[in-house]
């Protein structure tokens, strides 16, 4: 029987987070930088011939019908692939902590099982697909550190220096849609250029979502002094919960002990490009060569 094993799915870090308008449809539109992250998700992928989808989990227990069974039904619906799969997700990475956990998860599903299936779609296919499913989703597909806009489907491949990153993720998460719904929120941060960031990768820029947060999960902050506590300033990742701050040349902060109990703390470094990159064409014709 065909599988594949061992499949990643790596989280990423929003370096800094800007709204700068909404839509007429209400979707807001933003700009930021995504970076890969060495902390992952692992998901295993065995054929099924009766055409049926399975899950199996053997890390933290996620919702019955999560990303991952959505995108493989995602993808037999664009496809009529005649196979189905039993997916085996050893989940790592935290929910609503604003690091992508389940759109990288759908991201390396849509790639593994167009590679298992031999359903032979593209990059630019899939795309669309992962764009129906979760606005981060293309981002993990093109597999680079990228500076994102609109509403996530802008994508530019962005050199970012490589380093270690402290994170934090309060026991806490953040729902999305009550953040982006709230009129505290800002709106109209001034849109910025790549050569503004690239003068400062590390240290640019803000995240938007920020206040509104520290304000539904007063956690956010705690996590943010507790960094300052340790010589290290700190900001949000995207709209979930966990913040990061960079580690020097041989800074380490392992011997800080947790604030609380229930807290996760984890030293991470960047990587330059997503482990699957390459899985999938970025040209139909040259599927198969």
Known sequence: MRALLDVPAPAKLNLFLHVVGRRDDGYHLLQSVFMLLDWQDTLHFELRPDGALSRQDIGEPVPADDLVLRAARALQAATGAANGAHITLD?????QAGMGGGSSDAASTLLALNRLWR?????????????ALGADVPFFLRGRNAWVEGIGERITPVEVPRGRFLVVKPPRGLD?????????????????????????PLQFGRNDLQPVAQQLCPQVGEALDWLARQGLPGRMTGSGSAVFAPLAAGQSAAAAPPPWQGWRIRECSNLEVHPLAGWASSDKSSVGQ
Do not use: V, Y
């Open 119 to 131: 359903t032979g779609l593209s990059l630019d296919e899939l795309e669309r697909i992962g764009l």
């Open 176 to 200: 999305t849609a009550a953040i982006f719904r709230d009129p505290a929120l800002r709106r109209d941060s001034t849109a910025a250029i790549i050569s503004g960031f690239a003068a400062n």
């Open 91 to 95: 989940k790592r990475l935290p929910a």
